[in-house]
């Protein structure tokens, strides 16, 4: 689906559309073209009129695990990442969103909605987008500001659950307890890849090393910075925060397997005495007394339940059970 946006003296047209003409009709507007699954037809302006680079466009058609910044001359593109945790279902879902911005005009693309993105376009489409009357670099800030925003709710979301499975840990671990673990590892591992090359991607804006991003625009681009130094840290943090849950886990089951171990091992110590006791008296010599006692099967019952009951005082006093 194509939605054209064009803006013009601070009035912002929305057209079912889009033409070359009213692309070139008038110098001085501002363009959007959002390209949410598009057609072959619809995508085909990125080679006419538009005429970018093949590598760029083969780089937004297909999926890009990396954000990545490349600069053309008269335009740049820039591969960024929104996120989604589903805290119900730990779901940890990341969505690409590619972006060409030139001096009067921005093209983004992505496959399925994007919050940001969608939010941008209905402002746009009542006239209340500011940004966008102040140019395309403007309102690339306005979308990239919203997708970095959106991080925050998820990273709590991820904090939330690393809680939740410590608290596991620590009351009942198990196979799924594992799992889970090695899943927001993973989740996590993520995370920190697209994020750190994406502050460096928006530092690289906030320095305004392209013509196409104004010495004004620039300054805004410094406050999505600060916030992904933020996002970064925390997804450093909660690195450290999983890799202690999984010590925690390892020392937790290697704990209730010395505890196992030491119980067989007790219980192995009460039946090597009942054994050394049944054994003696399980020889076949002759000359025994007690075989031929009135009492001797209730003097070797005596014995054994003696020697348990020594056995137990002793275990006991030392503290090993």
Known sequence: MLHYFRCEGGRVEHFE????????EHPEAQHWIDLEDPTVEEASILEDPFHFHPLAIEDCLAEVH?????DYE??????????????PSDAFITRE???FLGKNYLITHHQGPMRSVTTTRE??????????????????????????????????????????VQVEVFENPSRETLDKIFALKRDVMRLRR????????????????????????????????????????????????????LDAYLSAISN??????????????????????????GMNFEHMPELHWKYGYIMVWGMMLAATGALFYWFKKKEWI
């Open 97 to 99: 969103l590619d972006v």
């Open 194 to 245: 697209i994020c750190m090359p994406q502050r460096e991607i928006i530092n690289r804006l906030a320095r305004a090393e392209f013509g196409v991003v104004s010495q004004r625009a620039a300054v805004y681009f410094r406050d999505i910075y600060d916030n992904l130094y933020r996002i970064v840290d925390a997804s450093m943090q909660y690195h450290d925060m999983v890799q202690g849950t």
């Open 66 to 70: 990396h954000p990545k910044l490349d």
């Open 256 to 281: 209730r397997l010395n505890e196992t171990m030491k119980r067989l091992t007790l219980a192995g110590a009460v039946f090597a005495a009942l054994t050394v006791i049944t054994g003696i008296y």
């Open 74 to 87: 008269g335009y740049i593109f820039v591969i960024v990442h929104g996120i989604r945790f589903d805290a």
């Open 17 to 24: 559309q889009f033409r070359p003409e009213l692309y070139t």
């Open 123 to 164: 402002l746009c489409a009542k006239g209340l987008v500011n940004s966008f009357a102040r140019g395309a670099d403007f309102l690339m800030h306005q979308i990239l500001d919203q997708i970095f925003e959106h991080y925050f709710p998820n990273l709590d979301a991820i904090e939330d659950l690393i809680q939740l």
